[in-house]
């Protein structure tokens, strides 16, 4: 019952995350509004999303995981509901924000119901790699749902959630009540302040791109988002509370992963953002025929995530990061350089690497980065590697969506988005070699007598999906520990 809970919710968070992108031009022919609304339609959802997974977990531990997950997934079922049925724009807008603070909550309570669930390390392990298919199908789902649903009607892709939404709260109903820990008071100062400065930068970035980077809202909101981004410095520094700690934040190895993760977000969901708007508006392309034309790359994805923990321990854990990075980045160049006349499986061939790339790349970052943090901080160091992410992928959004406003210079705002995203991976492949190798562990005494290097122990559980090798490596640590 609660892997099939747990499956389903992270099935239907991921499915969301992408299954909107396709149906954008339905949204603003029935609701109507330009670029900008478009932009919040998307950034709504992922900005909530990155700034509560901070301290989803922490709220995890306080509630319980079965209690939280069921709140989680009912704001995300009721919100869904609210997006299906919004008259206009603003509703739409504000309703998906509500459904990105649902999502927040769902990853960690989901992976925390299945810790408890299996208490067993070799089948936990199993379960885990189940839960995170649930999130490979929503990826490769997403595209061609959104593509074949919204020429029916838009207001089917938010409708959908619904029925999965429900079976997952029928079953976790029916999972035992799970244990709820004393925790630290809850760090008011720096979750407000991280939304905050997360919307506000992103709302400057669409102002601006919109009326221009001297428009006094943009000029505000950028002053605000430095403002709140300096309050929640200091309160990680100094506060008694932190989510993150000042420490955290000094380590070379967190400081570049996060740059690598925030870079490789930009590509991937800036990619996805422009091109669903580009197949249809440029090429005349149907949705359900846009959505087909994701098919190759996402489906590459989900493959290509597993032979991460093979390249790692052939080559090292650097080595796919780096190579990752580069095929992102050669993939959108190539889109950036294909010329409006070709061929459409021009540009579908140019995505598969751009998709590979990040499927080879998040999984060893993850695994290294967990690595080279101390086991206490695994959970946390995830947190902020996740949350730069997010942010990537809602500042490509919004700069991006900047840049393609212009409806007569759609093709050069494409060029313009895809090499930006292409300089931002050029600069953290070079910033790669900055993390150096794991450091070296004791040997661990097999319970039959024989050893092994925990680092081999760790990494077999760290080979999983990206969000997976978070959590499920911390636990392998602690198991190490006892």
């Known amino acids: 019952m609660a892997l099939g809970a747990a499956l389903l919710g992270f099935f239907v968070i991921t499915l969301d995350a992408l299954v909107v992108n396709v149906a954008l031009p339905s949204i603003r022919n029935s609701l109507g509004g330009g670029i900008t609304g478009l932009q919040w339609v998307i950034d709504g959802y992922t900005l909530m999303f990155a700034a509560l997974l901070l301290s989803a977990g922490s ?22 509901a609210v997006c299906g049925l919004a008259p206009n724009l603003g509703v739409l807008v504000a309703a998906r924000l509500v459904q990105g603070a649902g999502a927040a909550v769902i990853v960690p309570s989901s992976l925390a119901l299945i810790r408890e669930a299996f208490p067993d390390a070799g089948k936990r392990a199993k379960a885990i790699s189940v839960w995170a298919l649930g999130g490979s199908v929503g990826s490769a789902a997403g595209p061609v749902a959104g593509g074949f649903l919204s020429q029916v009607d838009w207001r089917l ?39 905050v400065a997360m919307g506000a930068l992103t709302f400057g970035a669409i102002k601006a791109g919109a009326d221009g980077f001297t428009a006094v809202q943009a000029i505000v909101s950028f002053a605000l988002a430095v403002v709140a981004a300096v309050v929640f410095v200091v309160a990680q520094a100094r506060g008694p509370h932190s989510m993150i700690g000042s420490t955290l934040l000094r380590e070379r190895t967190m400081v570049v992963s996060a740059a690598i993760g925030f870079a490789l977000n930009v590509g991937f969901y ?72 070709a061929p459409t499986w021009l540009l579908i061939a140019a995505m598969v690497p751009v998709g590979a790339g990040g499927s080879l790349a998040v999984p060893a970052l993850t695994s290294l980065l967990l690595d080279q943090v101390a086991a206490g901080r695994a959970g946390t160091a995830s947190g902020v590697l996740n949350t730069s992410r997010q942010i990537g992928g809602a500042l490509a959004v919004a700069v991006f969506g900047a840049l393609i406003a212009d409806h007569d210079h759609l093709a050069a705002g494409l060029e313009t988005s895809l090499l930006i995203a292409a300089a931002a991976l050029l600069l953290t492949t070079a910033a790669s070699f900055l993390l150096g190798p794991p450091p070296a562990r004791e040997p661990t005494s097999h319970a039959a007598g024989g050893t092994e290097p925990a680092t081999e122990q760790i990494d077999k559980l760290g080979s999983l999906p990206p969000v997976v090798g978070a959590t499920h490596t911390q636990a392998g640590r602690q198991l190490l520990e006892r």
Request: proline share 7%; no cysteine.
């Open 59 to 80: 709220l995890t531990d306080r509630l319980g995981a079965r209690r939280t997950f069921a709140v989680g997934l009912a704001v995300f079922v009721a919100a869904s």
């Open 157 to 195: 892709i938010f409708f959908v959630n619904l029925p999965v939404g429900l079976i997952a709260l029928f079953l976790v109903a029916r999972t035992h009540r799970s244990p709820r820990s004393e925790q630290a008071p809850f760090d008011w100062t720096g979750q407000l302040s991280a939304i």
């Open 270 to 341: 800036g990619m996805i953002f422009l091109l669903s708007l580009y197949l249809q508006q440029a090429k005349g392309m149907s949705a359900p025929a846009t959505g087909l034309a994701f098919v190759p790359m996402t489906l590459l994805t989900a493959f290509i995530s597993p032979t991460a923990a093979w390249f790692a321990a052939r080559f090292g854990p650097r080595m796919p990061v780096i190579a990752g990075q580069v095929a992102m980045m050669a993939g959108l160049i190539l889109l950036a350089l294909v010329p409006a006349s």
